[in-house]
């Protein structure tokens, strides 16, 4: 009996053994994300039935992909932001993320949400109630944000010509803001002053975006000018300037040689030379001693 509860006891330790082995590993059994799908170049023929395929060691080891997950691109996430965010969109905009970028930034963030139906069905009807509802109850689009923040820093000029006398209307005013800043702005979102504008000088008008945010830009009513004339005025100035460099390069030059020649004594050679000839026979004589006879 001792002997059949040892030979128990030591299928248990046995058993036991096993288990904690197999729960405890060092390589994950867990099956990969990443897929990739290969075949054999070199068919393998046929077998006889009953028999094992016959595998050469190198031909039938030659692989070549298919298909492979792990490295191609992959599928972005589809989101709908709840906030303005910048160089992606503004709220309720469905955008296409990287789904690093999504998880933590976007969503971690509350600045998105994912496009369930309920969601997009929530954010339709806000759209819709945007365009239909009152001034006061709408929001402002991400375009139009960046509109408004463009004309805050923005300063207008309005050519007027002088020989004729007329008003500057709407009409001028949204022409110049087309082609001078990009911005079209309709005739019925532009607001100028009570009094007609004949005159030069500094004023203002008034641009509201989408119905929404009212902005003033300060406007400068200047005299036309015609750009050939522009143009002309612009050529002879840098004729003007070229013409004053070459004067100054050529006076410039015609004072160097002067300049070298007062720097350097005309007579210094010459007359060196007269005064080393006439040392030697001034020494000589003063080595002769007249005689005087006795």
């Known amino acids: 009996m001792w002997s059949t509860s040892r030979h128990v006891l030591q299928d248990l330790v046995r058993e036991f053994t096993k288990v904690t082995h197999s729960s405890v590993q060092c390589i994950s059994q867990t099956s990969c994300k990443n897929t990739v799908v290969v075949e054999r170049w070199w068919q393998v023929p046929l077998s006889k039935e009953g028999r094992p395929p016959r595998l050469y060691p190198r031909r039938h080891r030659v692989y070549k ?12 996430m589809e989101l709908i932001l709840t906030q303005t965010v910048a160089k992606l969109g503004g709220r309720g905009d469905t955008v296409f993320v990287k789904k690093s970028v999504g998880r933590n930034n ?12 309920e969601n997009k069905e929530m954010f339709a009807e806000e759209l819709r109630l945007l365009h239909e509802g009152r001034p006061e109850e709408r929001i402002q689009t991400r375009t139009g944000q960046l509109t408004v923040e463009i004309m805050k820093h923005m300063e207008l000029k309005v050519e007027k010509r002088t020989s004729i006398e007329y008003d ?16 079209f702005v309709p005739p019925h979102a532009l607001r100028l ?17 989408n119905g929404i945010d009212t902005v003033r830009i300060p406007m400068s009513v200047v005299p036309f000018e015609d750009p050939t004339a522009t143009g002309r005025k612009l050529l002879q100035k840098q004729e003007t300037v070229a013409a004053a460099v070459q004067e100054a390069v050529v ?5 160097v040689p002067e300049v070298v020649a007062a720097a350097v004594p005309e007579a210094t050679i010459p007359e060196a030379a007269p ?3 006439a040392a030697p026979e001034a020494a000589a004589e003063k080595k002769v001693v007249p005689t005087t006879e006795n």
């Open 106 to 117: 976007l969503l971690a963030q509350g600045l998105a949400v994912y496009p369930s139906p």
């Open 275 to 277: 005064e080393a000839a």
């Open 168 to 183: 500057i209307t709407k009409e001028i005013v949204c022409r110049q803001l087309l082609k001078k800043r990009g911005i």
């Open 65 to 76: 992909v298919v298909e492979d997950t792990k490295h191609a691109p992959k599928e972005k």
């Open 193 to 209: 002053p009570e009094e007609p504008i004949k005159d030069l000088g500094d004023y203002w008008c008034e641009v509201t975006v």
């Open 251 to 255: 006076s410039e030059a015609a004072t």
